[in-house]
């Protein structure tokens, strides 16, 4: 079109025809509804990235999708376990609100996700989208798939919270043995997990290229089991000895230390864990590319996010093996502190939203509105949700959210170390209550995002308001906590 315009004689009337044309474009432009790439992953904590200070993990694909959208630099899950927070997401609810699905007794529906609650999938779809799930659900069991929740192409998408392999056949367990009842699929020996959903993803775009559309990658990775390509996990160990690391196994390893009643590991040094990170890394590149082929890149928003911390704490007792640091962050997986609930999360919409490095703080409730915000799509009447639209931060308006309230009314004491407790932050502030004993703890994030230090003695005043917000919060749960 550029060459063909050149060519135009730039007479009075040919400019008033041309600046018309180009408004008629820009006005077409403007009414088209961007695609949607959401992009899952499991277990990924805040700092599983090199841009995000890892020394050790390779992720030019991730780093480069910091580079040129937004990056939030305080993003939270909205629970610090696989199940809720993705509830969470996908509902638009903080996961206490309806009593933490996956703790409560499902005497109301026999899945995680009642067929009732709407997704954003459903709105999308209402709203002349194609929508399309492939990889880990765990939302629902038969009857209760991505497919009857609004995204019409669901694909290996089953209640299963991890598979057994990643390597096919997906459901015989190369480690030891697995609960896990995966469902059976098509593939070919030795095919690795992550490679099959992403070319599951490359075919939904294909095929979905001429109209709106609105994809969720959710990848297995890098949840346990711990597997990966053998030719990237000796790359990996290679990469340590350079570094003059020691070869973790994420069992018996030196840096894991004992902290109160629980284990942490305080290195990345996972070769097998790392090769899992660059896999998801290399699949963001391969959709990325995809995109641009088809020329989509421009129109299409692209989340990139994580259920929750990385895998980093375990019961002291208990030999389970851990797989990422999540230092500076306080413990990991199945925590209120920091290293639980904190997540990667980056938007990139190129042309549309500029760079930037954001401290506007989000939860995994809020990609819901925002999502809707940025489609053009209306919250129907009398459906109540959590979430809070951060698409103000991605235009460069700062705002301040309203207090982060988390709940967990069940610990794994004897797995990842936890026990009951309840949090919430308000702005630089936050409190962590546990149930079983009642003691309190406070911490100035802006100061010590490490939480080493408890204010409670010396910040009686903030102590005792934000307790008092925390159980007005408490009060409009689902059902009673839980205190063991």
């Known amino acids: ?33 961007p695609n949607i790439l959401f992009v899952l992953i499991d277990d990924m904590g805040a700092v599983d990235y090199a841009a995000a200070g890892s020394k050790l993990y390779d992720t030019p694909h991730i780093d480069q999708l910091a580079k040129e959208g937004v990056t939030f630099n305080h993003a939270y899950s909205s629970h610090p376990r696989c199940l809720p927070s993705r509830y969470s997401i996908f509902s638009g609810r903080i996961p206490g609100r309806d009593g933490v699905p996956g703790f409560q007794d499902r005497k109301a529906s026999k899945h995680a996700l009642p067929l009732e609650r709407v997704t ?36 290996i998408a089953n209640a299963a919270g991890a598979p057994p392999s990643y390597f096919y056949p997906y459901h ?25 959903l992403t070319a599951e993803a490359l075919d939904f775009i294909d095929k979905n290229k001429d109209q709106p559309f609105a994809l969720v990658l959710a990848h297995y990775a890098v949840h346990t089991p711990i597997e990966a390509p053998e030719a990237e996990t000796k790359a990996y160990k290679k990469k340590l000895k350079s570094m003059n690391l020691p070869i973790g196994t994420g069992r018996k390893d030196q840096d894991i230390v004992t902290v109160g009643n629980g284990s942490t590991k ?52 208990n030999n389970r093996e851990l797989a990422t ?31 930037a490095n954001s401290n506007t703080q989000t939860l995994g409730a809020d990609h819901y509105p925002t999502i809707l915000e940025l489609t053009g799509c209306k919250l129907p009447e009398n459906l109540a949700i959590d979430g809070i639209s951060y698409a103000p931060a991605l235009r460069g308006i700062s705002t301040t959210r309203p207090p982060l309230f988390f709940h967990s009314p069940l610990g794994r004491p004897t797995q990842t170390g936890d026990h009951p407790a309840s949090a919430i932050i308000q702005n630089q502030w936050k409190l962590f209550e546990h149930h079983i004993s009642g003691k309190l703890e406070l911490y ?41």
């Not at 060459?3 to 432009?29: F, N």
């Not at 890394?281 to 911390?309: C, M, P, V, W, Y």
């Not at 997986?333 to 639980?340: C, H, I, N, R, S």
């Open 1 to 33: 079109m550029t060459s063909a315009l050149s060519s135009v004689t730039k007479s009075p009337i040919h400019m008033r025809s041309l600046i018309l044309l180009a408004t008629l474009c820009s006005t077409l432009a403007a009414a088209q509804k």
């Open 120 to 155: 954003w999938g459903e709105i999308l779809r209402d709203n002349g989208y194609s929508t399309g799930y492939i990889g880990k659900w765990h939302l629902g069991k038969d009857g209760g798939e991505p497919d009857k929740q609004g995204f019409t192409d669901s694909r």
């Open 172 to 196: 015989v367990a190369r480690q030891g043995s697995s609960k896990e009842q995966f469902m059976l699929i098509d593939g070919e020996k030795d095919e690795y997990l992550t490679d099959r």
């Open 266 to 317: 305080t290195l990345q040094n996972h070769p097998t864990y790392a090769a899992m990170v660059t896999s998801v890394d290399a699949s963001l590149g391969q959709l990325r590319s995809k995109l641009a082929e088809l020329k989509l890149d421009q129109n299409t928003l692209i989340i990139f996010t994580s259920d929750h911390g990385g895998l980093s704490t375990r019961s002291k007792d």
């Open 325 to 355: 640091s999540n230092l500076p962050f306080r413990c990991g997986k199945g925590w209120l502190y920091e290293g639980g609930i904190r997540v990667p999360h980056i938007v990139s919409w190129p042309g549309t939203i500029q760079p």
């Open 444 to 484: 100035d994030l802006s100061k010590d995002p490490g939480e080493t230090t408890n204010l409670a003695a010396q910040e009686p005043e903030k102590l005792q308001s934000l307790h008092a917000l925390l159980k007005a919060n408490k009060a409009t749960l689902g059902t009673k906590q839980r205190s063991h």
